[in-house]
């Protein structure tokens, strides 16, 4: 079920953000920062975060407001999908995460892999691009993109990271619990599906 509110303090943080960004007039400026406060106070009501760490997750950046990119490494072996887990919620995910200024997608998917997974990757195409709110994520504050690259091994070992907790190839119908907000059941069943597939990629 869609939740209308966070929609909404979605949308009137990134009008007021754009606002402050780009109007000159004292007195807009002075509506758009109440505009991005009352975003903050329908966020903070609405999930008992405290406002202040609202403010610092969700309505601290400046300029015109974009979607947040999120790159998912796509590795198999022996028909089986690498994934990690994650220390922040004890779930497996694909390798990956916010994309880097200054890397292109298919450098982050590498730098991820490696990071995350231990193993040294060579990216081979992209498999998809998807809009989170398409899909059964949890509700979150930010606007997500999501691209999954898939990747082949080169080198290294599979082992655990800073971030990660553990490392494992995966068979289709022997997924462990998924970290949701990060990748769905669909979504890994949806890769096993689209790695031989040279159809266009996945756009939604």
């Not at 200024?101 to 982050?108: A, N, R, Y």
């Not at 081979?124 to 082949?152: Q, S, T």
Request: hydrophobic share 45%; aromatic share 10%.
């Amino acid at each position: 079920m869609k939740l209308k509110w966070l929609e909404w303090a979605k949308q009137i943080q990134a009008i007021s953000q754009a606002g402050l960004a780009y109007s000159k007039d004292i007195y807009d400026l002075e509506r758009f920062q109440m505009l991005r406060d009352l975003s903050v106070e329908i966020l903070s009501k609405y999930t008992g975060v405290e406002t202040e760490r609202v403010k610092a997750l969700f309505a601290n950046e400046t300029g015109y407001a974009t979607p947040k990119v999120d790159v998912r490494g796509v590795v198999f072996r022996d028909d089986k999908i690498l994934l990690v887990r994650e220390r922040i919620d004890g779930a497996w995910a694909l390798p990956g995460g916010w994309a880097d200024i200054g890397l292109s997608p298919k450098e982050v998917a590498v730098k991820e892999v490696k990071e995350e997974a231990g193993l040294e990757v060579s990216p081979v195409r992209l498999l998809g691009v998807l809009d989170k709110k398409f899909h059964d994520h949890p509700p979150e504050a930010f606007h997500v993109y999501k691209m999954f690259i898939l990747c082949e091994i080169t080198g290294g070992a599979a082992q655990a990271g800073m971030e990660t907790l553990q490392v494992g190839f995966f068979a289709e119908d022997e997924l462990p619990p998924l970290s949701v907000e990060r990748n769905t059941p669909k979504q890994i069943q949806w890769l096993f599906e689209a790695r031989n597939s040279r159809h266009d990629v996945w756009l939604d």
